[in-house]
Antibody, heavy 123, light 110 residues
């Protein structure tokens, strides 16, 4: 069964840092671009970042550029999101999502989503 | 990158058809056939319903169909069922090599 399991969320103070992880199973992880997508409480979806399957291509939303870093360890089938200089507006449920097309450099559609991990930025 | 524009809500009765619009610009929806649609039930993760404007993933009912004209994409659900009641989001690839989502549409089945 194809599965994504996020972890690492929690309560953090403004300007603080947090590292999210997404453990993948059931598919050839290195063959797929992976993304983080977030959803603030009661709000819509917001794309955050993407990492190609090989790990050599990365893109970020303007709202997180310079503060967040996406990475992956294909030997561990795990995607990460290092979040620094956190702000109240970063409070959201963070989803890990798998690209629907094998071999694509970036993900334009997501066919598998995790259950999400909640990040709350508050003093 | 501004969010794509969707109606906040739509409604229909069981058996009817509804259409949800998703309006972008010539830098996203209008220039790429990379529009996707997601269904999200309360407290659940999104589910891919349509990708590349018109394609349905395996297992998605053929009651769901997608189309595009100019800068506006549309999702049509025919033969509405109670379980179709959910939030629906469109997304598009953009010229900035990013992805943008719509604000979401709440579908109510009367």
């Amino acid at each position: 069964e194809v599965q994504l399991l996020e972890s690492g969320g929690g309560l953090v103070q403004p300007a603080g840092s947090l590292r999210l992880s997404c453990a993948a199973s059931g598919f050839t992880f290195s063959s797929y671009a992976m993304s983080w997508v977030r959803q603030a409480p009661g709000k819509g979806l917001e794309w955050v970042s993407v990492k190609s399957g090989s790990g050599d291509t990365t893109y970020y939303a303007d709202s997180v550029k310079g503060r967040f870093t996406i990475s992956r360890d294909n030997s561990k089938n795990t995607l990460y999101l290092q979040m620094n200089s956190l702000r109240a507006e970063d409070t959201a449920l963070y989803y890990c999502a798998k690209a629907s097309s094998v071999g694509a450099t970036i993900a334009v559609a997501f066919d598998v989503w995790g259950q999400g991990t909640m990040v709350t930025v508050s003093s | 990158q501004s969010a794509l524009t969707q109606p906040a809500s739509v409604s229909g009765s069981p058996g009817q058809s509804i259409t949800i619009s998703c309006t972008g610009t010539s830098s996203d929806v209008g220039d790429y056939n990379y529009v996707s649609w997601y269904q999200q039930h309360p407290a659940k993760a999104p589910k891919l319903m349509i990708y590349e404007v018109t394609n349905r993933p395996p297992g998605v009912s053929n009651r769901f169909s997608g189309s595009k004209s100019g800068n506006t994409a549309s999702l049509t659900i025919s033969g509405l069922q109670a379980d179709d009641e959910a939030d629906y989001y469109c997304s598009s690839y953009t010229s900035s090599i990013t992805l943008v989502f719509g604000g979401g549409t709440k579908l109510t089945v009367l």
